[in-house]
């Protein structure tokens, strides 16, 4: 299979191993370490592509198949941390 995300030939995460799992990012780190309690973080549902994170929020609009059209709001859900 073809993939148009460049990694390294023997990395962990290529196409045919796609890791989902919860991730946030370096601003959602720095609420935290700042304690910036009036600015709500959030984990969100990713995959992993070689180091590098999909963020299924980005794409949900794509997911519109009879199983997962009724059920997209999973991924626009805050997560708190």
């Given at each position: 299979?073809?993939?148009f ?59 519109n ?7 997209q709001?999973v ?7």
């Amino acid at each position: 299979m073809k993939c148009f995300v460049r990694y390294e030939k023997y990395c962990d995460f290529p196409i045919e191993n796609l890791p989902y799992g919860v991730f946030s990012t370096k601003d959602d780190r720095l609420k935290i370490l700042l304690k910036l309690n009036n600015q709500q973080t959030t984990h969100r549902i990713g995959v992993a592509i070689g180091d590098q994170i999909l963020d299924l929020k980005q794409i949900a609009h794509l997911f519109n198949g009879p199983e997962l059209k009724n059920n997209q709001h999973v991924f626009r859900e805050v997560n708190p941390s």
